[in-house]
């Protein structure tokens, strides 16, 4: 059984580079969640999708930032010309149609 | 006003106590309400979630929720070593047996220390 995956674990990254993290949602589940964590902060919502639709993008930064859920594959959160201020843990959560949100171990971004 | 307001703690019990978290919020459509666990380093585990008033009980664990008064709580009782971690406390619109509304909006987290 299982569970919300993610890759890569680790992703190094320097300042204009392009970073690409990659979610496959639970077995059963059509929704997909992205969260950002900053070091001694909060989790933050970032993108809801489900299959090549997005359904909610309000906590997305404008620039750089773009999120898709493709008909076949998994998720991607896409960064574009990543900046040291993108350092940041980056969780993916599934959730089927009803039902409570679980969490992949998430996807460590470090700009150098 | 933060949505999702706590403690951040730490908030430190004796081995075999009762641990007490709690949580408010502001926005009076929130529906459904999740504890989540999380170790330093890993990711959030959920633990508990609860949509209506009361009390709501899994082993150890005991949620209450009182939407009149826009709060939320996790009581862990004979706390243990290993429930050292922080506990978020998270909320969305969503329903009950509904259409997900998205987003949790998630609290700072308290830091929970169980000591021998």
């Known amino acids: 059984n299982a569970g919300v995956m993610q890759n890569p674990r680790h992703l190094v990254r320097r300042r204009g580079q392009e970073a690409r993290l990659r979610c496959s949602p639970m077995?059963?589940?059509?929704?997909v969640y992205w969260y950002r964590q900053l070091p001694e902060e909060g989790l933050k919502f970032m993108v809801y999708l489900q299959k090549e639709n997005i359904i909610d993008e309000s906590g997305m930064p404008k620039e750089r930032f773009s999120a898709e859920f493709p008909k076949e594959g998994p998720s991607i959160l896409r960064i574009q010309q990543v900046v040291r201020g993108d350092s940041a843990a980056y969780f993916c959560a599934s959730s089927p149609v009803r039902g409570e949100q679980y969490f992949g171990p998430g996807t460590r971004l470090t700009v150098t | 006003q933060k949505e999702v307001e706590q403690n951040s703690g730490p908030l430190s019990v004796p081995e075999g106590a009762i641990a007490s978290l709690n949580c408010t919020y502001s926005d009076r459509v929130s529906q459904s309400f999740f504890w989540y666990r999380q170790y330093s380093g890993k990711s959030p585990e959920l633990i508990m979630s609860i949509y209506s008033n009361g009390d709501k009980e899994d082993g150890r664990f005991t949620a209450q929720l009182n939407k009149a008064s826009q709060y939320v709580s996790l009581l862990i009782r004979d706390s243990q070593p290993s429930d050292s971690a922080t506990y978020l406390c998270?909320?969305?619109?969503?329903?009950?047996?509904?259409?997900?509304?998205?987003?949790?909006?998630f609290g700072q987290g308290t830091i929970l220390t169980v000591h021998p």
């Open positions: 998270a909320v969305n619109a969503g329903k009950a047996g509904g259409t997900s509304y998205g987003k949790l909006t």
């Open positions: 077995k059963g589940h059509s929704h």
